[in-house]
């Protein structure tokens, strides 16, 4: 007896995914816990696990895009062993009767799992391949060779086939490469082309503009030195920079309210609460989680906050209800070594800010040229909802809160 693998709907407003990964192979025994693979959609990347105990049976190869309720696998009763027994003894009849997508892979239990994966990401027939192993094997050289070696699709192919490997394609999205080797075609991820999208609706329905200061960070360096080895010692986390610069944007929307706000047609939305969105780039893409509540949260908790959001960007197990709700976002560029930049709006909000890499230049004060540390800020915000004036004197009193930390509530 098996039992189906579907996909679970993991939001809303989620329609499909991408299996990016199988954390367990065709044909290799499972407990019902164990995660099975990774369904990467728009927003998110989930950990899909198993049900229940038996051998897996995958459907779809990685880089398959899935829709929700799709069975990518079975789960068969017993080990591998007897698994493998009950499928040969299955009817032909009742073999006929059920039509199951089956991978490449599943052809030959001889090849290694180096060898599947090529095989069925290309769309070989390993019994096609001449193999240059010992005793005639399959190696992974002679299927990377046979997919480099492949003709071209017939022209004759009746359009029923064409349509139908057209649709395979689609769903296995593999990397296309040309005969000369000079660039790679592959499908853009889930969260790539909702970034893009994003990006380009943001500059299409809001009149973006961006105005820029600098701070000198002497002083936070200095009071971030000084209080760091008792705060790590009390909270067991470090004391950032971004905690700071969080505190300093609530001061700044509670100054200039309408920053905190969003257009939604033609009405005006004004917010009354503090979900500062701290951007976070991973390797999948950038990711905004919502620090909720900033205002009431102490240092301690902000920091906290920021390094479980990083911990999950990167382990690929941040949730929707992380993403949503932000009214105002920072984005940190300066860690990548950014001088400077125009940061683009997270829409449906109407401001962010970019902060930049800390250099020290030559400055001027009190008439004397000193060497400080420095960052440029810039401000980006929707001017359909917020003035000129309104969003220079927002960036003025993140600038003064920076420069003079007692200014912030300071609670360490």
Same mark, same amino acid.
């Given at each position: 007896?098996?039992?189906?693998?579907k996909v679970p709907a993991v939001g809303e407003s989620i329609s499909s995914g991408v299996v990016s990964v199988w954390h367990k192979k065709s044909g290799e025994q499972v407990s019902a816990g164990d995660p099975l693979f990774t369904l990467e959609t728009?927003?998110?990347?989930?950990?899909?696990?198993?049900?229940?105990?038996?051998?897996?049976?995958?459907?779809?190869?990685?880089?398959?895009?899935?829709?929700?309720?799709d069975v990518v696998a079975?789960?068969?009763?017993?080990?591998?062993?007897?698994?493998?027994?009950?499928?040969?003894?299955?009817?032909?009849?009742?073999?006929?009767?059920?039509?199951?997508p089956v991978p490449p892979k599943e052809s030959s239990s001889a090849l290694s799992p180096a060898v599947r *994966?090529?095989?069925?990401?290309?769309?070989?027939?390993?019994?096609?391949? *001449?193999?240059?192993?010992?005793g005639g094997r399959v190696t992974k050289n002679d299927a990377m060779t046979a997919a480099q070696n492949r003709a071209e699709p017939r022209t004759t192919e009746s359009p029923a086939a064409k349509a139908k490997d057209d649709h395979a394609e689609e769903k296995q999205a593999p990397p296309v490469q040309t005969e000369s080797g000079r660039f790679t075609r592959r499908k853009m991820s889930p969260l790539r082309r909702k970034i893009a999208a994003q990006l380009v609706m943001a500059q299409h329905t809001a009149a973006i503009l961006t105005t820029f200061n600098e701070c000198d960070m002497t002083a936070v360096q200095e009071l971030r030195a000084k209080s760091q080895d008792a705060f790590t010692k009390k909270n067991g986390l470090k004391l950032g920079f971004m905690s700071f610069f969080i505190k300093a944007a609530v001061e700044g929307l509670k100054a200039v309210p309408s920053i905190n706000s969003r257009i939604e047609g033609e009405d005006f939305i004004q917010n009354h609460y503090y979900d500062i969105g701290v951007a976070v780039g991973t390797e999948r893409g950038l990711v905004v989680p919502v620090v909720r509540d900033a205002d009431k949260k102490s240092f301690a908790e902000l920091e906290r906050d920021i390094a479980d959001f990083a911990t999950k960007a990167r382990e690929g197990?941040?949730?929707?209800?992380?993403?949503?709700?932000?009214?105002?976002?920072?984005?940190?560029?300066?860690v990548y070594g950014s001088l400077l930049s125009t940061p683009i709006l997270n829409p449906p909000q109407s401001g962010i800010l970019g902060m930049h890499t800390i250099q020290k230049r030559p400055v001027a004060i009190k008439d004397e040229i000193v060497i400080r540390p420095m960052m440029y800020l810039a401000l980006s915000y929707d001017h359909r909802a917020v003035d000129g004036k309104e969003a220079v004197t927002f960036l003025i009193t993140v600038k003064q809160g920076i420069e003079d930390p007692k200014k912030l509530p300071l609670d360490f």
């Open positions: 007896m098996s039992t189906e693998v728009d927003k998110v990347s989930t950990e899909i696990n198993a049900e229940k105990d038996g051998v897996l049976q995958t459907l779809v190869a990685e880089g398959a895009e899935v829709k929700i309720g079975t789960i068969e009763d017993g080990t591998g062993d007897g698994a493998k027994a009950e499928k040969k003894t299955e009817p032909a009849a009742q073999k006929s009767d059920v039509q199951k *994966r090529v095989v069925t990401e290309e769309k070989l027939d390993p019994q096609e391949i *001449r193999g240059t192993g010992k197990k941040m949730k929707i209800e992380d993403l949503q709700g932000g009214v105002f976002t920072i984005s940190n560029g300066g």
